[in-house]
């Protein structure tokens, strides 16, 4: 499975950003998606999961209200809609995949697929 994530960008406090994870690869639909993020200086955490049917969206309490986590079987793509951004957001956002459905206590080492990382700055 290869993944590829894209849309990062610079934004205000109060914005929005829309990321895109883009994957690809054999029997790739049958992983579990899902969203970490790692602030400079810190450990990656998980963010938002998701499966391909759109069922079980998941999100940390830090981001719940104000991000929204969807995927696109037929686009082979998973979403982030980030909005309300705060400077505390900044961070690299990573897409993963992995065999387990993803929730608030997974650990970044059961991940089975991870892309590239797109760099997410948030300006107060």
């Known amino acids: 499975v290869q993944l590829q994530a894209s849309g990062g960008g610079l934004v205000q406090a109060g914005g929005s950003l829309r990321l895109s994870c883009a994957a690809s690869?054999?029997?790739?639909?049958?992983?579990?998606m899902g969203w970490f993020r790692q602030p400079p200086g810190k450990e990656r955490e998980f963010v938002a999961g998701?499966?391909?049917?759109?069922?079980?969206?998941v999100y940390a309490d830090s981001v719940k209200g104000r991000f929204v986590v969807s995927s696109d079987i037929v686009k082979n793509t998973v979403y982030l809609q980030m909005s309300s951004l705060k400077p505390e957001d900044t961070a690299v956002y990573y897409c993963?995949?992995?065999?387990?459905?993803?929730?608030?206590?997974?650990?970044?080492?059961?991940?089975?697929?991870w892309g590239q990382g797109t760099q997410v700055t948030v300006s107060s």
């Open positions: 993963a995949a992995d065999s387990r459905p993803m929730g608030t206590t997974v650990t970044t080492g059961r991940i089975n697929y």
């Open positions: 690869g054999r029997a790739f639909s049958k992983y579990f």
């Open positions: 998701i499966s391909w049917s759109g069922g079980g969206p």
